[in-house]
């Protein structure tokens, strides 16, 4: 018996034996893979991973969404201006200044311009070459876009264009406070705002936001210059441009030297202060006195100022008159102006006796524009300075 229970053991530990054996071939046998198993991210950059992958997806976003505000923002700027203004009409002591624009919005403005300015640069040489009006479809051909791409530049820049130049109308009645205060409340006011929004067009179109200038700095030199420009061109007696640029000085230096001495300033101080010679300032200051009509009206009596110059006490009967005569001889040339001509000068000079009007008060008697009251002016002067009328004036002058 008990050798059958040991011969029993025997078998079952032959048994197990083989099992081991046989699981350690076959273990053997098994191909591991070579790659070393990717251990598991901890938590913390886990974190971060899923939050680099949400970041990505808003700024995909955002950047659908600045497309589509950049496409709303063009289709506002062209609704709003693209129909300019007349910027001539405008009544400058009653309107309502645009607030000033951000530097980032200039130089946003500035970048849609560029385009424009490409697009009339090539067509400037297309006209040079061509010797006519280049078509759309040549323009497009010479800059290789379509005709729908160089209209929506051409119409975004110029409404770009005129935003800028409605945004910065407050650097013209800045300047024309700060250098021309003696005009300021005059009857030139209207004519010197005038003057300097073609000077401010000038400095918008030629300012290049490349060279890190500010707007208002390049803006301030061509408003002035333009002025100062329309001031020596408009007058009856014609000034050199030096001289009136000289003018301008003496009148600052004047207004300084009043308040730092707290007096009138002498002719010494002032030749001092701006730096020339007497003879200079004397030449300056005579050139420079305003030209004032004799039938304007003294300011407290109310006569014509041609009613002193005559002397009816020392004079024939018959020369008594004088005054009267030369007044219809003044109606009789006036009437042969056209009609609207006549008028503009009888209201612009006081011919019709009641005192000097501006141009915005000429054009709101007239229905017209204050541009047309100007051509109207100066087609009327011309006509004036005939020598069929000068000499028929000039008989009942000595």
């Known amino acids: 018996m008990d050798h059958a229970?040991?011969?029993?053991?025997?078998?079952?530990?032959?048994?197990?034996?083989?099992?081991?054996?046989?699981?350690?071939?076959?273990?053997?046998?098994?191909?591991r893979s070579r790659h070393k198993k990717v251990k598991r991210l901890n938590l913390d950059?886990?974190?971060?991973?899923?939050?680099?992958?949400?970041d990505k997806m808003v700024d995909s976003i955002q950047k659908k969404k600045d497309a589509n505000d950049e496409g709303v923002k063009f289709e506002r700027l062209v609704r709003e201006y693209s129909v300019s203004t007349d910027l001539v009409s405008l009544d400058?002591?009653?309107?309502?200044?645009?607030?000033?624009?951000?530097?980032?919005?200039?130089?946003?403005?500035?970048?849609?311009?560029?385009p424009m300015k490409a697009l009339l640069e090539v067509k400037e040489n297309l006209q040079t070459d061509l010797e006519r009006e280049p078509t759309d479809d040549?323009?497009?051909?010479?800059?290789?876009?379509?005709?729908?791409?160089?209209?929506?530049?051409?119409?975004?820049?110029?409404a770009a264009r005129f935003k800028l130049i409605k945004h910065n109308l407050r650097l013209v009645l800045f300047v024309i406070n700060k250098y021309f205060q003696e005009f300021a409340n005059g009857p030139k006011f209207h004519d010197l705002c005038q003057a300097g929004v073609k000077g401010l067009i000038t400095a918008i179109d030629r300012f290049e936001p490349n060279r890190r200038f500010r707007l208002s700095t390049y803006g301030f030199f061509w408003i002035r210059h333009a002025i100062i420009r329309s001031m020596t061109l408009s007058s009856f007696t014609r000034v050199s441009f030096g001289l009136e640029s000289v003018r301008v000085e003496i009148q600052r230096?004047?207004?300084?030297?009043?308040?730092?001495?707290?007096?009138?300033?002498?002719?010494?101080?002032?030749?001092?202060?701006?730096?020339?010679?007497?003879?200079?300032?004397?030449?300056?200051?005579?050139?420079?006195?305003?030209v004032i009509s004799l039938?304007?009206?003294?300011?407290?009596?109310?006569?014509?100022?041609?009613?002193?110059?005559?002397?009816?006490?020392?004079?024939?009967?018959?020369?008594?008159?004088?005054p009267a005569l030369l007044r219809l001889a003044l109606d009789d040339v006036l009437d042969s102006l056209k009609p609207k001509e006549s008028l503009v000068i009888r209201q612009r000079y006081g011919l019709d006796g009641k005192g000097d009007r501006t141009l915005g008060e000429i054009a709101g008697n007239l229905n017209i524009s204050r541009e047309m009251v100007?051509?109207?002016?100066?087609?009327?002067?011309?006509?004036?300075?005939h020598p069929a009328r000068v000499d028929y004036l000039r008989r009942f002058i000595f």
């Open 5 to 31: 229970l040991k011969r029993g053991r025997r078998r079952r530990k032959k048994a197990s034996e083989g099992d081991e054996k046989a699981e350690k071939g076959t273990s053997d046998n098994v191909v």
């Open 45 to 54: 950059k886990r974190v971060a991973l899923s939050k680099k992958k949400e």
């Open 92 to 114: 400058w002591k009653k309107m309502k200044i645009p607030p000033v624009l951000s530097s980032s919005e200039h130089a946003w403005l500035f970048k849609l311009m560029q």
């Open 138 to 158: 040549e323009l497009a051909e010479a800059t290789k876009m379509s005709i729908v791409q160089v209209r929506r530049h051409m119409e975004v820049g110029r």
């Open 253 to 290: 230096a004047k207004l300084e030297l009043l308040f730092e001495l707290h007096r009138l300033p002498t002719e010494e101080e002032i030749i001092e202060k701006v730096g020339i010679s007497p003879e200079r300032y004397r030449e300056v200051m005579r050139a420079s006195k305003p």
């Open 295 to 322: 039938h304007a009206r003294h300011s407290t009596t109310q006569e014509e100022f041609i009613n002193g110059i005559t002397d009816t006490d020392g004079v024939e009967g018959d020369k008594r008159r004088q």
């Open 374 to 385: 100007r051509k109207h002016e100066v087609k009327a002067l011309m006509k004036l300075k």
